[in-house]
């Protein structure tokens, strides 16, 4: 006779699914089967047999080189690593997999397509998920790191989370790691206010730069007022607003004005002063 059935395999306990199948009446305690001594217990004599299968099972981290991104153009490179805990191994045809969702850091950033690992074959990545697959031994970890870079769209806080499947999670351990980076968002537009309308001769202008940080960490500014065309229009300048030394970063959620003012007085064009 010839019996077959299955099993589901799930991540609790100590990861080795122990099967005996013994020869005895119903409700028989079932007996050790140590298999060192043949084919039968040798505390009772009962003909048995014995299957162990070793599991494998997976935890999971993630870091991020940096806590804020205050800059457009700033770089960010984050960490995966997936450790094996055993006690049994991945394979070839049962591969360890880590899948990596780069959805909410896409809106902000631009991947830079440099993913790589410390062992097996290179990530997929196949927007906005990358992927691997592999054999990874008990004990074993594997390394994924990539970079992206800030280009200042979006919600500016970008939240990237790792993970490897649920049925192969180590028990009490997280399916998924995730790492949460603000980044600074810095908004800027100009106004300007004439003393006189119509505007005439000797009609003052005040022009005001605006700045704004959307964003959720400071954020230092760098801005360039070019006054050329202004100055051909505008050819005596008076107290042109001097640009402080140092920059102060701009506080989230606040905003910083700087004041120029230039004199429209009746001259040619072509004067230099």
């Known amino acids: ?17 122990l099967n005996v199948a013994y020869g005895a009446p119903p409700n028989t305690t079932t007996p050790k089967c140590d298999q060192t001594s043949g084919s039968r217990d040798p505390s009772t004599n ?26 457009v153009g700033d770089s960010i490179t984050y960490t995966v690593t997936a450790t094996n805990v055993g006690p049994g ?9 880590v899948a990596d969702d780069l959805s909410a850091v896409l809106d902000n950033a631009t991947f830079n397509g440099d993913a790589k690992v410390d062992k097996g074959s290179a990530p997929a990545f196949q927007s906005p ?44 351990a997280a ?24 505007i005439l001769a000797n009609t003052e202008l005040a022009y005001t ?10 954020a230092p500014v760098t801005a360039t007022d070019d006054m050329g065309e202004s100055l051909m229009t505008l050819p005596s300048l008076r107290n042109p607003a001097q640009p402080p030394a140092r920059w102060k970063r701009l506080d989230p959620r ?8 230039w004199l429209q007085e009746k001259e040619p064009r072509s004067s230099t002063r």
């Open 1 to 17: 006779m010839t019996l077959r059935y299955s099993v589901v395999v799930e991540n609790g306990g100590d990861g080795r699914a």
């Open 46 to 71: 009962i003909a048995c047999s014995t299957v162990q299968t070793l599991l494998p099972r997976l935890t999971i981290a993630k870091t991020a080189s940096t806590e804020a991104l205050p800059r």
């Open 89 to 97: 191994d991945f394979t070839t045809s049962a591969p360890a997999r």
């Open 129 to 172: 998920n990358l992927t691997w697959a592999g054999e990874l031994a008990s004990g074993e970890s594997l390394t994924l790191t990539y970079s992206v870079t800030y280009r200042g769209t979006g919600d500016s806080n970008l939240v990237n989370s790792a993970c490897v499947p649920a049925s192969d999670t180590a028990p009490d």
């Open 175 to 198: 399916s998924c790691a995730t790492v949460t980076v603000p980044a600074g968002n810095i908004r800027q537009w100009k106004t300007v206010k004439a003393s006189s309308d119509p």
């Open 209 to 218: 730069l605006h700045f704004e940080n959307t964003g959720g960490v400071d």
């Open 254 to 261: 606040t905003r910083s004005q700087l004041l120029g003012r």
